[in-house]
């Protein structure tokens, strides 16, 4: 080991598929967590600020209400969504992970705490009488939003910390209560930034969708819903390049030349992700001025798909970077056990399908339509 900081050895059990699977599914999986994420996150922010203006402009009022009933399915599907995650960071990344966790013992095990009471406000925002508790559960769910992204805060401390070894020792002992953060990190506001405004971006998409859903039904409302959520996608984007821009230069050089041609795919991805970016704007501002946006908002969308593929593709590139002086993935032991293998494939396709079947069924069913009326 040399001079380099002892970490705990990884795990010598062999991995009982191949290491790429793993990596796949722990970034499929972050993936839909972060979507979800985003729609609870962005759409929580939108609904405070709907409700806002509702007092004067019942629209206003009514996506407020409308955004407020959706939120504690989201956040019961961000939990569920981040299990899988967290399952396939233990087996990748395991002893990196559980030792950050353990040195901010604290507030991550407040992450639960935290989580139920917003739970809590959220349920109280949704069901409550609004006519009568107006500017109480108005606070209430500013509250809840508040400790949402709180708890995003916690998990960009403890994914920054995973990948810095050299620093544990020396946090850890200046106070092994477990009360720690990762506050000295100079990607820590920047990196959590760029999830948060992101979250504002696409949390804008749950208003779009529901707008395409509701075209036929119900076009004046529905137009209203793509406009207003193709601006708050279209201002969020724009400040993004800022946090992004941010982002990258608080990097250490080293790390931020794996964008910069050291690493190919890191490269491509960031410059493609900028281009998308950037087209997904124009398309936006373009089919907002249109009496249908529809075909433009979807294109738009489209490409946001793709641009949170790769930033989900740079985000690991960087992870790996940071971990290389300590631990390679393939230093992993693998033996594929193929019987299990297909098992876990068929009840990890399955289960997919269902959830998809699932949140179509609860948001869009004929039930959930006749409830809207
Ligand atoms: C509901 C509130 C939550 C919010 C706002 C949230 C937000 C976030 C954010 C911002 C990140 C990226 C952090 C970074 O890379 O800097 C993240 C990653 C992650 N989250 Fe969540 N999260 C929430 C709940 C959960 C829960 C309850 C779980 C687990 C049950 C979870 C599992 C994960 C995992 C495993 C990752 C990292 C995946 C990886 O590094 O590849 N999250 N989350």
Sequence with gaps: ????????????????????????????????????????????????????????????????????????????????????????????????????????????????????????GYYLVAFKDQKNNAAVLGWVLIGSVFLTFLVGFIYTNNLTLMLTPEKWGKIYFQDPSGWNLNLTEGMLLPRYLHFMVASLAIGAFLLILSGLYRWKRDVENARFLIQYGGKWFMYSTMVQFLVGIWFLIALPKEKMMIFMGENLLATIAMLAGILLALAAIFVM???????????????????????????????????????????????????????VLLLFLVLFVGGILVWIWMMKKYFFGAQAAALKE
Excluded: C
């Excluded at 949170?308 to 393939?330: G, T």
């Design 285 to 339: 501002s373009g089919a907002l001025r249109k009496e249908d946006p529809r075909k433009g908002a979807i294109t738009a969308m489209s490409l946001i798909g793709v641009v949170l593929v790769l930033m989900v593709i740079m985000r690991d590139a960087l992870r790996d970077a940071y971990l290389a002086p300590y631990f390679k993935l393939s230093d992993l032991a693998v033996k594929t056990q193929f019987g």
């Design 1 to 120: 080991m040399g001079n380099l900081p002892l970490i705990p050895a990884a795990d010598p059990m062999p991995l009982p598929a191949p290491l790429w699977l793993f990596k796949v599914l722990l970034l499929v999986t972050f993936l839909l967590h972060i979507i979800v994420m985003n729609f609870l996150l962005g759409g929580g922010v939108i609904a405070i600020v709907a409700r806002w203006r509702g007092a004067k402009d019942e629209k206003f009022a009514r996506l407020s209400r409308d955004l407020s009933k959706k939120i504690p399915s989201l956040l019961a599907a961000t939990i569920t969504l981040g299990v899988a995650p967290l399952l396939f960071l233990q087996v990748l990344y395991g002893q990196l992970f559980y030792t950050s966790s353990v040195i901010m013992a604290w507030p991550w095990f407040m992450v639960v705490v935290i989580l139920t009471i917003a739970y809590y």
